[in-house]
């Protein structure tokens, strides 16, 4: 706990002043206090009234008042609150090695169905961006819970050339920023190789990326060089590893592809969607690093069902953030139930008539 304002504790050095214009009083009282004829009597009255009666309405008078004094000097306390607003980036490879068939039908669908359920079952109402990236990244849907415009963002993504994980961190990063001013948007042009350390696990902004692969980047910036920004802006990146090192299985994706191959990430592969020749090897050094740099973690999966459960793992609805709040209306409340209460004893044990 912090204060904006200490220097009103200054009048805490008022709390002995009180206590001794508390004493000179008493002793004033009983200088002119009424003399009693039979000392006995005297005895009997002062068992009467004993000492905890006598001084606890003025002791809970003072710490009313010390109450009030901390709440003047403005406490301050940084509290862990669980975040629902905060922002989960799906970032989707969609490049021709998706079409594999190892995992059947293909990669690429098994992977729209793990999103798909994933944005179902935010019953959180957790805000979900969608990223496809190719040769370049994407924002196909921006941050929402509108659960209908997330499942046709995912549906209709089509497969195109190359790989650019670098790409794809560097786009969601901006539309993380969009959503929160304390994130920067990234900086495409940035190639420093100076490194800073992962945050502290108070540090973490409570927005988190969640990038699938299949393959190796070979476009675009460098994927280190992309995942330092994300640890600048305190941004946690969980990096997904999927497919089978099955290089030889055939590509499909004609189901999945309405526009003939390619789509909106690049140029078409003919109207059959087969193909074949493409590197499928997963770079599982470079996909671990990212995770380890920015604090998050490496999934590997080699089946639907291992995607669908590494979906089901990830921390998006333990994700909370500090906050820095104001509790001085606590001290205050706390000073006038203290209040009410020694005034309510004063009148009941010395009651003015």
Same mark, same amino acid.
């Given at each position: ?6 220097? +009103?504790?200054?009048? +805490? ?12 009083l008493l002793r004033r009282r009983r200088r002119f206090a009424v003399r009693y004829s039979s000392l006995s ?19 809970? !008078? ?12 403005? =406490? ?6 669980? @975040? ?6 799906? $970032?989707?490879?969609?490049?021709? @090695? ?20 994933? *944005? ?7 805000? *979900? ?23 046709? $963002? ?5 497969? $195109? ?39 502290? %696990? ?18 675009? =910036?460098?994927?280190? #060089?992309?995942?330092?920004?994300? *640890?600048?802006?305190?941004?946690? *990146?969980?990096?997904?590893? /999927? ?14 592809? =309405? ?5 909106? /990430?690049?140029? @078409? !592969? ?13 770079? %599982? ?16 999966? #080699? ?22 709040? %104001?509790?001085?209306?606590f001290f205050t409340a706390f000073a006038v139930l203290l209040a009410i209460l020694a005034m309510t004893l004063? !009148?009941?044990?010395? =009651?003015?008539?």
């Amino acid at each position: 706990m912090s204060l904006l304002w200490p220097g +009103f504790l200054y009048l +805490f050095l008022l709390i002995p002043l009180i206590i001794a214009v508390y004493i000179l009083l008493l002793r004033r009282r009983r200088r002119f206090a009424v003399r009693y004829s039979s000392l006995s009597l005297m005895r009997e009255a002062a068992k009467q009234q004993s000492w905890l009666r006598r001084h606890l309405p003025f002791i809970l !008078f003072l710490f009313a008042l010390s109450g009030l004094v901390l709440a003047l000097s403005r =406490p301050v306390a940084t509290v862990l609150i669980p @975040s629902n607003k905060a922002t989960v980036i799906l $970032a989707i490879d969609v490049s021709r @090695s998706m079409c594999s068939t190892d995992i059947p039908p293909n990669r690429l669908q098994v992977a729209k169905d793990a999103a798909l359920t994933f *944005v179902r079952n935010n019953s959180s109402g957790r805000q *979900v961006g969608v990223v496809a990236f190719a040769g370049f990244a994407e924002l196909i849907q921006p941050p929402t819970a509108d659960v209908r415009l997330l499942e046709d $963002a995912i549906t209709y993504m089509t497969a $195109a050339r190359r790989t650019a994980i670098g790409s794809a961190i560097l786009r969601s990063l901006d539309a993380i920023a969009e959503v929160d001013n304390r994130v920067a948007p990234s900086e495409l042009g940035s190639s420093s190789d100076q490194s800073t350390p992962a945050p502290s %696990e108070d540090d973490f902004v409570p927005h988190i990326i969640v990038l699938l692969t299949d393959g190796a980047s070979n476009a675009g =910036p460098l994927p280190l #060089t992309a995942a330092q920004q994300a *640890v600048d802006r305190h941004v946690r *990146v969980y990096t997904i590893g /999927f497919g089978t090192t099955n290089n030889s299985s055939a590509m499909n994706c004609s189901d999945d592809d =309405p526009f003939g191959g390619g789509g909106g /990430f690049g140029q @078409s !592969f003919g109207g059959n969607g087969f193909g074949g020749g493409f590197r499928r090897d997963i770079d %599982e050094d470079t996909l671990t690093q990212i995770a380890n740099m920015t604090g998050g973690k490496y999934y590997s999966a #080699t089946s639907a069902n291992e995607l669908q459960e590494v979906f089901q793992n990830l921390p998006t609805y333990v994700i909370a953030t500090r906050q820095t709040t %104001e509790i001085s209306v606590f001290f205050t409340a706390f000073a006038v139930l203290l209040a009410i209460l020694a005034m309510t004893l004063g !009148f009941l044990w010395h =009651p003015l008539s």
